[in-house]
């Protein structure tokens, strides 16, 4: 299993990024996939998640109306639009796969934010 995420980078506050996880090893399609998040000196967090079929997705409350998930099952991809951004959300985002009977993780993409 493969999970490869990028798009990151560096942004000015109020900018907007679209990161991408380029999955492979696995049936991408029967498996929700979420985002998380690490900023320096703090634990890893939820930011999103969407269903299998992408009908349904979740966000953590401090991301919602900024962050959009998607998913393009043909293309084993799974995206997060992140908007209005802010120098809290410096961190690195990571995707995960909610495979069964274990979820794997990507290696991260660096986003900072700053002017």
């Known amino acids: 299993v493969q999970l490869v995420e990028s798009g990151g980078g560096l942004v000015q506050p109020g900018g907007s990024l679209r990161l991408s996880c380029v999955t492979s090893?696995?049936?991408?399609?029967?498996?929700?996939m979420s985002w998380y998040r690490q900023a320096p000196g703090k634990a890893r967090a939820f930011v999103a998640l969407?269903?299998?079929?992408?009908?349904?997705?979740n966000y953590a409350d401090s991301m919602k109306g900024r962050f959009t998930i998607s998913r393009d099952n043909a293309k084993s991809t799974v995206y997060l639009e992140v908007n209005s951004l802010r120098p809290e959300d410096t961190a690195v985002y990571y995707c995960?796969?909610?495979?069964?009977?274990?979820?794997?993780w990507g290696q991260g993409t660096q986003v900072t934010v700053s002017s």
């Open positions: 995960v796969a909610h495979t069964v009977p274990k979820i794997y």
């Open positions: 090893g696995f049936t991408f399609s029967r498996y929700a």
């Open positions: 969407i269903s299998s079929t992408g009908d349904t997705t």
